[in-house]
């Protein structure tokens, strides 16, 4: 398998612009979360979904901040409109149960920087 | 509400030597803890996932102690190698199916 795949790698963009993330979980797996680290708050969690319904999203920052997940194969968080304290790197992960006892497989990140 | 920290923030070590990276939480009621390592621009890998009712696991050169009642965690290290040198990050589980993760530990280990 080839683990949880994110796209893209790095995007810069204006202030203002329309931000949309992608990740595809791990075939199989049944709860996917999306996470954003920075250096001053570290790792935070901002929303999961079991079996393609979103669980809590009381993490999400604020309303320019949304995600989807449209099937078991994709899901995507989308920032609109953009602003720089949005930069930080986002990671998604998935699990291959509906709780968190189990390990959790992160993605390799999206690097978002916002000018 | 629960907060975790990690001690040291950084840590240098030579080779060889073994050692004990800590990490700490406010509140007992957790489900598991979990500790990951970070490598620079890559995501997160799981190393170990301790339950609430045990009390350590082990992996290889890793151990990893849980003690709830303190609110304490710790991983110990053997036999440090370079490739060790990572981000060491603890997550701990809360009653509402949350995940809250510490700062890190950023460890390097000297040839």
């Known amino acids: 398998d080839a683990g949880v795949i994110q796209s893209p790698r790095h995007e810069v963009t204006e202030m203002g612009q329309e931000v949309t993330l992608r990740c595809k979980p791990i075939s199989g797996h049944n709860s996917l979360f999306w996470y954003r680290q920075t250096m001053m708050r570290g790792l935070e969690l901002l929303i999961y979904f079991n079996n393609n319904v979103p669980i809590d999203d009381s993490g999400m920052p604020e309303d320019r901040f949304s995600a989807k997940m449209p099937n078991a194969s994709f899901s995507t968080l989308k920032i609109q409109p953009s602003e720089p304290r949005d930069s930080a790197v986002y990671f998604c992960a998935t699990l291959p149960g509906t709780t968190f006892t189990d390990t959790q497989y992160f993605g390799p990140g999206t690097r978002l920087t916002v000018l | 509400k629960q907060e975790v920290t990690q001690i040291p923030a950084a840590l240098s070590v030579p080779e060889g030597e073994n050692l004990v990276l800590n990490c700490s939480f406010t509140d007992s009621a957790i489900y598991n803890l979990q500790w990951f390592r970070q490598d620079p621009g890559k995501g997160l890998t799981s190393l170990l996932l301790?339950?609430?009712?045990?009390r350590e696991q082990t992996s290889g050169r890793l151990n990893a102690s849980l003690d709830k009642s303190s609110g304490r965690s710790t991983l110990y290290i053997a036999a440090s190698q370079p490739g060790d040198s990572a981000t060491y990050l603890c997550a701990v589980k809360t009653s509402y199916d949350k995940v809250i993760f510490g700062p890190g530990t950023s460890l390097s280990v000297i040839p």
């Open positions: 301790i339950q609430s009712s045990q």
